[in-house]
């Protein structure tokens, strides 16, 4: 397999892990069941692009701050893989079920929160995005793959949300529950990969087998 379908593959698997969409159809089902169908996807298409917004500025410009207050993107990798695995143990686990599903407050806007944030972009997925177009790694059409590949995954997010209660119907809650664990272990292999590369490992390197 080539190095850019490699990457391709990588990302994907990073940010759809990271984003979770599974997790936040079944949230988005059970906090706009008694909104109209319109609305629903009027909701649906502003929560994706709010977090949408949320991601493209955590890759343009987040390692610029990062870099003016003195962080270090090695330090980043490391931090980043270290959160993502405890990230992606709490899915493999569990824990992400176990938050509360109250009603939001009168007049917020279920789309910002809590649907674009922290569903959709929460510091997982914000982390993911900064790592991986990492400007000291990645050339500028690396970069702009990456931005890409993130504009996929909000789609495929988009037509989950837009169909959610057709998906738990036919999955059930039992069956989201399953995948979301699954990706879970998924983003905790790419989170030690992170960590290990970042650290230079001797052997693993990208590509090495």
Not at 65 to 70: F, S
Not at 151 to 173: E, N, P, Q, W
């Amino acid at each position: 397999m080539s190095p850019l379908l490699i990457k391709i593959s990588k990302d994907f698997a990073t940010l759809f892990t990271t984003i979770n969409p599974i997790a936040t159809l079944a949230l988005f089902a059970g906090l706009t069941a008694s909104l109209s169908r319109a609305d629903r996807h009027w909701t649906a298409l502003r929560a994706c692009i709010y977090a949408t917004i949320i991601l493209v500025a955590a890759m343009t410009v987040g390692q610029i701050v990062l870099d003016a207050i003195g962080i270090h993107m090695h330090s980043l990798k490391v931090a980043g893989g270290i959160i993502l695995f405890l990230f992606g143990a709490s899915m493999l686990f569990g824990k992400l079920d176990e938050k509360p599903g109250r009603s939001p407050e009168e007049g917020r806007d279920l789309a910002v929160f809590p649907l674009a944030v922290p569903s959709i972009a929460g510091g997982g997925a914000i982390m993911a995005a900064i790592v991986l177009t990492d400007n000291d790694v990645y050339t500028v059409p690396e970069r702009i793959e990456t931005g890409v590949v993130l504009l996929v995954v909000m789609l495929l997010t988009y037509l989950l949300l837009l169909f959610s209660d057709a998906i738990l119907r036919v999955i059930g809650k039992q069956g989201a529950s399953v995948l979301a664990r699954v990706m879970g272990l998924i983003l905790c292999s790419l989170a030690v990969e992170i960590v290990l590369t970042a650290l230079g490992v001797e052997g693993w390197t990208p590509g090495a087998h």
